[in-house]
């Protein structure tokens, strides 16, 4: 054994997966601080990605050259996709600064360092074998299912900062003209019976908040449902949670739907107010619409986070609630 633990051949993952079309390898794998990477070109919901697979000894892949496969499809102007089964691990031997693209890592759980470094180059990760403290954007039993879910995340999501998301033919939904009352609502049933799909994300320790990509009469839209069937108050995981989504729409211009008023949080602590400080920021950060379909008047503290927002819209669900979001969603199309 020479402890190198091999992720799955480029070939073999651009071959077996169903939503990679016309996949084709790219250039000769290099190793980059003792990983091994392959890179591959392929279509996603009709644009091109870059697919690298990265091979590292001990079960650990450096972060170095994780960042290195961002770069590179930084330079080529492209989304990516990275698939390991090591451990990113380290302090990146470069210090480039963070791109405007769309690049989504599937890995476990990478060291605190390796982590931190992820984060400031804004990579989205699929888990594997995650653990209950972990906050991956999804998680998948292993590197082929990790790879199609990557594929339908991309789909939702714009290739970069200032560029549209990719738009299909709307799918015939039923209507409503109310979403219920907070203690017997379901979250999920309302956004299957409005949206066209709906992929929910950061799903870990957030039963009581329902977060989502969605697309409604062809377009994406993040969701936040909160639901109160499942936890009578915020938890802090939760708000966690609800930062990143709030984050992600703001660095990539997508409208977010804030489906009912959140509940209020369990505990006030040092950690809750900094969270709700940041959440102010990542919101006011946002170019497209916060769509808040509400309960009541008052609502918790961060419904007044959230309502208090420049681009903060309050939804009428009385005319029809998927036609009000549409209509919003052109007037976003048309103002951006």
Known sequence: MNGI?????????????????????????????????????????????????????????????????????????????????????????????????????????????????????????????????????????????????????????????????????????SELTGIGPAESRNALAILFTICDDVLRVLPADTDELLLAMARIDGRSIAVAAPQPLAGRALTLPSLVRLNELVALCADLALPLLVLGSAQELRARS?????????????????????????DHDAGSVVDQVLGAVPTAVVVDPVAGLRRELVRWLDIATVSG
Request: with cysteine.
């Open 5 to 173: 633990v091999e992720a799955p051949s480029l070939s073999s993952l651009l071959d077996e997966c169903p939503l990679l079309d016309e996949p084709t390898p790219a250039a000769s794998p290099r190793t980059i601080d003792g990983t091994t990477i392959a890179l591959g070109l392929a279509g996603v919901a009709g644009r091109p990605v870059l697919v690298g697979t990265a091979t590292g000894a001990g079960g650990i892949v450096s972060t170095t050259a994780l960042l290195a496969v961002v770069e590179h499809a930084e330079a080529l102007g492209l989304p990516s996709i990275t698939v390991t089964p090591g451990r990113p691990c380290g302090m990146p031997a470069f210090a480039a600064a963070a791109g405007g693209g769309v690049h989504v890592l599937v890995s476990p759980l990478p060291d605190p360092v390796a982590d931190v470094a992820l984060a400031a180059h804004s990579v989205l990760r699929i888990g594997l074998d995650d653990d209950a403290s972990s906050a991956p954007v999804l998680t998948a039993d292993d590197p082929a299912s990790a790879l199609e879910l990557a594929c339908v995340l991309l789909s939702y999501l714009p290739s970069g900062r200032g560029r549209p998301a990719p738009s299909y033919l709307p799918a015939e939904r």
């Open 270 to 294: 040092q950690p809750v107010g900094e969270l709700l400080r940041a959440l102010a920021v990542a919101a006011g950060r946002m170019t497209r619409p916060l769509l808040r379909v509400v």
